[in-house]
């Protein structure tokens, strides 16, 4: 039986962020990354920290896991890392999830393809900016864009801390038009008070909000904070 | 030619709520309204209080303002209102902003059809919930999302304030619920300082999450705030 190491099922709860922002889900979080982004907000997910939290599950695992969480209130579930992009495990459990008709939305930074990567329903697609530290391997952010060129909800959302990030995003924007495009506010003031972050959060979004308004490439694009941020400041599971 | 009366163009800016949240986007705000909400956040467009700043425009003079304001920085507009749906004179419009290649989108509460609304790209029905001393012609909305029944992108937005709306809202998902379904939180504290309306809003953002997170009638629905009242608070043309 196919298995997927879990960190966290929560909800039902709020998207706070991207495409789905304020879809009404639930959240599968899977351990694991290839990536290790200075400001990674779920390092625990791959720093080893939580380790022995991570959950080996299988489809029905998962799924009664979200009935027990949510009964009979949900449609939407959210499979988030970590980057799930990694396992090809998790090929079954979206086909069981899918047999349950949920709609299913999945972020991964582009990094690396699945099969299954189509059969979800909504896929972000965030390749990191200069200020995580990584590199993106356009190739295969290329590849797995074409492999979804017919897919109707593939996006790409690049999150923004300062100037290189935004040019690092005005590039990949224009490497490929026709893929809708998020431009998200960096948090970086993980261990901020709630008020203080709340006002930090704001002064971040209109920031980035007056540069792409003065930008000639970024024209049909969308400009969106962390919601949940304000809602929740950076409290886990909610 | 055919001119359409105009309260407001403004713009480059973010649109703050519904389908289009985060959107970059030129606003057109048109003059007149069916409707008389007791909460109406533009009343202005209506109640004869700006009478004389109402504008009789062509299409060129909107497209003239949008690219005086806008430059070469914008490819989607928004028409807003009043009901911009009163007005059979926006079709030589629609035209013409559709040839320079925009992308547009409309909100309308729902009690008028026009010929030229299958050609707005994002069409945002708000019928209006109790609270606002309203009554929804369903036959009308109904007529209406038949006839743009293989639009791409129309969805449905209301707008709740207390539990009766919410009742409200549940019928008409129930009623369609093959369209998108957008839970907006009413800004009912337009003379608020914008200290104690960023509270309030966040405050009654949660009440709605929490509402909307119990029941099994909302499931694969969006809730959202007015994102431009966190940032600006009530400031207009922003
Ligand atoms: S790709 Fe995502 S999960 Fe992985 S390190 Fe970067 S931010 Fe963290
Ligand atoms: S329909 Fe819209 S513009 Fe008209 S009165 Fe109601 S809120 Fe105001």
Redesign the interface.
């Known amino acids: 039986m196919s298995k997927i190491p879990v960190l966290e099922i929560f909800g039902?709860?709020?998207q706070g962020e991207g495409m789905?922002?304020?879809?009404?889900t639930m959240f599968i979080r899977t351990a694991g990354c290839d990536y290790s982004c200075s400001w990674c907000d779920s390092s625990f997910t791959w720093d080893g920290s939580e380790k022995e939290n991570i959950n080996w599950m299988t489809a029905e695992d998962v799924w009664n896991r979200l009935v027990e969480l949510g009964?009979?209130?949900?449609?939407?579930i959210t499979i988030s890392g970590g980057n799930p992009a990694l396992l090809p495990s998790l090929g079954p459990i979206v086909d069981f999830l899918k047999d349950k008709q949920m709609?299913l939305a999945l972020e991964t930074q582009g990094s690396k393809w699945q099969t299954w990567l189509p059969l979800i329903d909504e896929v972000t697609l965030s390749p990191k900016p200069p200020s995580s530290g990584m590199n993106t391997d356009f190739d295969v952010l290329t590849n797995i864009i074409q492999q979804l060129e017919h897919h109707p909800k593939t996006c790409l959302k690049v999150v923004i801390f300062d100037e290189k990030d935004l040019a690092f995003a005005e590039t990949v924007h224009q490497k490929f038009p026709q893929i809708p495009f998020?431009l998200q506010v960096g948090n970086s003031w993980l261990n901020a008070d709630d008020g203080s972050l709340?006002q930090h959060m704001?002064n971040r979004?209109?920031w980035l909000?007056d540069e792409?308004?003065?930008?000639?490439v970024?024209?049909?694009?969308?400009?969106?904070?962390q919601?949940h941020a304000?809602?929740w400041g950076n409290k886990r599971g909610v």
């Open positions: 039902p709860t709020v789905a922002i304020g879809q009404k009964g009979d209130t949900f449609s939407h709609t998020f709340l704001l979004y209109e909000i792409t308004m003065k930008s000639k970024f024209k049909n694009v969308k400009v969106l904070p919601l304000f809602v």
